[in-house]
């Protein structure tokens, strides 16, 4: 990451959503550690919960945080892989006014180097939403540093150069 130190961090308000059949908030270790690079990256945490794995329920609580003039970005964990219950990416697509091809595409590179090709059986992916962005990782804890640690930490810091999504966010609602 290249950090321009003579730029303004600008904290921005994230929630976070995991999607699970089995997790409470006590045992939500993926969604914990995201609370918890979140935090310590500086940004503030605007809203935690676990849904179901069911596209409707997904897609109701992702339009509330989008419409919701406190949330900035969503991150969620679950719900990405190939079997039947694994509806976080159509959920997404309930929601999305774009997608973000290049987050998946990256996610899946890094975690190449960790996983190996079991990498494709991912569907990682990020949207835009009414001017709100929503990034979709696997449940798995090492998924979910690889997305935070190495995508998104830098790219919701408003310092990273060349260029980074925080400084996009006043313009996401051009039309």
């Not at 303004?8 to 969604?31: C, H, K, M, Q, Y």
């Not at 949330?71 to 990405?80: A, N």
Request: hydrophobic share 40%; proline share 3%.
């Amino acid at each position: 990451m290249v950090v321009d130190r003579s730029r303004v961090f600008r904290p921005i308000a994230i929630a976070v959503l995991t999607v699970s059949d089995t997790r409470t908030l006590e045992t939500d270790t993926s969604g914990a550690l995201l609370v918890e690079r979140i935090t310590s990256a500086g940004h503030t945490l605007a809203a935690r919960a676990i849904v179901v794995d069911d596209v409707a329920r997904i897609a109701s609580r992702l339009n509330d945080w989008i419409d919701d003039l406190n949330v900035d970005c969503i991150v969620t964990t679950g719900g990405t892989g190939l079997t039947g219950r694994d509806v976080t990416p159509e959920a997404l697509d309930r929601v999305k006014d774009r997608d973000i091809p290049g987050f998946g595409e990256l996610f899946r590179w890094i975690s190449y180097q960790t996983i190996g090709t079991s990498t494709v059986q991912s569907r990682a992916c990020a949207v835009l939403a009414r001017g709100t962005y929503i990034f979709a990782l696997p449940g798995s804890n090492g998924a979910v540093k690889d997305g935070w640690d190495k995508i998104l930490a830098e790219q919701l810091d408003s310092r990273n150069r060349p260029c980074n999504f925080v400084e996009l966010m006043p313009r996401l609602r051009e039309v």
